[in-house]
Protein backbone atom coordinates (compact mmCIF):
# COMPACT_ATOMS: atom_id res chain seq x y z
CA UNK A 1 0.00 0.00 0.00
CA UNK A 2 2.65 2.26 0.69
CA UNK A 3 3.92 1.88 -2.84
CA UNK A 4 0.55 3.18 -4.34
CA UNK A 5 0.01 6.70 -2.39
CA UNK A 6 3.61 8.07 -2.41
CA UNK A 7 2.52 10.74 0.58
CA UNK A 8 2.18 7.58 3.07
CA UNK A 9 6.04 7.24 3.32
CA UNK A 10 6.63 11.20 3.51
CA UNK A 11 5.67 11.48 6.73
CA UNK A 12 6.38 9.71 9.63
CA UNK A 13 4.66 6.53 10.74
CA UNK A 14 3.50 8.41 14.32
CA UNK A 15 2.31 11.64 12.45
CA UNK A 16 0.26 8.86 9.99
CA UNK A 17 -0.79 7.12 13.00
CA UNK A 18 -2.11 10.42 14.66
CA UNK A 19 -3.39 12.28 11.44
CA UNK A 20 -5.59 8.89 11.31
CA UNK A 21 -6.53 9.00 15.05
CA UNK A 22 -7.69 12.27 14.71
CA UNK A 23 -9.56 11.65 11.88
CA UNK A 24 -11.30 8.98 13.34
CA UNK A 25 -12.43 10.42 16.22
CA UNK A 26 -13.48 13.21 14.62
CA UNK A 27 -15.80 11.10 12.48
CA UNK A 28 -16.85 9.62 15.86
CA UNK A 29 -17.22 13.13 17.13
CA UNK A 30 -19.79 14.10 14.24
CA UNK A 31 -21.94 11.54 14.23
CA UNK A 32 -22.38 10.27 17.98
CA UNK A 33 -23.67 13.29 19.34
CA UNK A 34 -26.35 13.52 16.99
CA UNK A 35 -27.36 9.86 17.41
CA UNK A 36 -27.76 9.72 21.26
CA UNK A 37 -27.48 13.86 21.63
CA UNK A 38 -25.25 13.30 24.66
CA UNK A 39 -22.82 16.19 24.44
CA UNK A 40 -24.14 17.71 21.32
CA UNK A 41 -21.80 20.68 21.45
CA UNK A 42 -18.86 18.58 20.83
CA UNK A 43 -20.57 18.33 16.74
CA UNK A 44 -19.55 21.50 15.61
CA UNK A 45 -15.99 21.72 17.19
CA UNK A 46 -15.31 18.02 15.69
CA UNK A 47 -16.41 19.22 12.51
CA UNK A 48 -14.26 22.59 12.62
CA UNK A 49 -11.42 20.50 13.68
CA UNK A 50 -11.72 17.90 10.76
CA UNK A 51 -11.94 21.33 8.14
CA UNK A 52 -8.62 22.44 9.77
CA UNK A 53 -7.23 18.91 8.84
CA UNK A 54 -8.25 18.73 5.35
CA UNK A 55 -7.11 22.68 4.65
CA UNK A 56 -3.77 21.50 6.17
CA UNK A 57 -3.67 18.64 3.66
CA UNK A 58 -4.22 20.74 1.21
CA UNK A 59 -1.07 22.55 1.62
CA UNK A 60 0.90 19.14 2.54
CA UNK A 61 -0.17 18.00 -1.21
CA UNK A 62 0.57 21.21 -2.95
CA UNK A 63 4.15 21.76 -1.47
CA UNK A 64 4.57 18.29 -2.58
CA UNK A 65 3.16 18.63 -5.85
CA UNK A 66 0.15 16.40 -6.05
CA UNK A 67 -2.44 19.23 -6.61
CA UNK A 68 -3.77 16.89 -8.84
CA UNK A 69 -5.96 14.22 -7.50
CA UNK A 70 -5.55 15.12 -3.35
CA UNK A 71 -5.93 19.18 -3.24
CA UNK A 72 -9.31 18.75 -5.05
CA UNK A 73 -10.56 16.10 -2.60
CA UNK A 74 -9.71 17.37 0.45
CA UNK A 75 -11.05 20.67 -0.54
CA UNK A 76 -14.76 19.48 -1.21
CA UNK A 77 -13.51 17.42 2.39
CA UNK A 78 -13.09 20.73 3.79
CA UNK A 79 -16.13 22.40 2.29
CA UNK A 80 -18.36 19.35 3.88
CA UNK A 81 -16.81 19.67 7.11
CA UNK A 82 -16.82 23.42 7.28
CA UNK A 83 -21.12 23.15 6.48
CA UNK A 84 -21.35 21.01 9.06
CA UNK A 85 -19.63 22.79 11.63
CA UNK A 86 -21.69 25.78 10.57
CA UNK A 87 -24.80 23.99 10.31
CA UNK A 88 -24.10 22.72 14.11
CA UNK A 89 -23.27 26.01 15.42
CA UNK A 90 -26.20 27.97 14.09
CA UNK A 91 -28.79 25.27 14.69
CA UNK A 92 -27.47 23.20 17.73
CA UNK A 93 -28.73 19.79 18.15
CA UNK A 94 -30.83 19.82 21.73
CA UNK A 95 -29.61 17.69 24.56
CA UNK A 96 -31.58 14.91 25.98
CA UNK A 97 -31.75 13.21 28.93
CA UNK A 98 -29.21 10.12 29.25
CA UNK A 99 -30.86 6.98 28.93
CA UNK A 100 -29.63 3.50 28.74
CA UNK A 101 -30.85 2.85 25.50
CA UNK A 102 -28.85 6.07 23.98
CA UNK A 103 -25.90 5.10 25.54
CA UNK A 104 -26.44 1.90 23.69
CA UNK A 105 -26.93 3.25 20.80
CA UNK A 106 -23.83 5.30 20.99
CA UNK A 107 -21.69 2.14 22.16
CA UNK A 108 -22.41 0.28 19.19
CA UNK A 109 -22.17 3.23 16.57
CA UNK A 110 -19.17 3.71 18.05
CA UNK A 111 -17.76 0.14 17.80
CA UNK A 112 -19.41 -0.33 14.19
CA UNK A 113 -16.77 2.61 13.28
CA UNK A 114 -13.80 0.64 14.81
CA UNK A 115 -14.68 -2.27 13.44
CA UNK A 116 -15.02 -0.37 9.68
CA UNK A 117 -11.59 1.75 10.44
CA UNK A 118 -9.93 -1.72 11.56
CA UNK A 119 -11.37 -4.21 9.11
CA UNK A 120 -9.51 -2.84 6.30
CA UNK A 121 -6.35 -2.73 8.00
CA UNK A 122 -6.80 -6.10 9.41
CA UNK A 123 -7.42 -7.43 6.38
CA UNK A 124 -4.71 -5.74 4.51
CA UNK A 125 -2.05 -7.37 6.96
CA UNK A 126 -3.35 -10.62 6.82
CA UNK A 127 -3.06 -10.71 3.10
CA UNK A 128 0.31 -9.38 2.34
CA UNK A 129 0.99 -10.21 -1.51
Known amino acids: MLHQ ?3 FSAVPQGLFVFIGVCEGRGGAALIIPAITRVAPKLAPIAAAGLAVIMLLAVGFHIA ?5 FF ?3 NMVLAAVAAFIAYARWTVPLQPAPVRALR ?3 GLAVFVA ?3 AGFAPVLYQSTHTH
Open 5 to 7: VAW
Open 64 to 68: RGEAA
Open 103 to 105: IVS
Open 113 to 115: LVF
Open 71 to 73: VPL
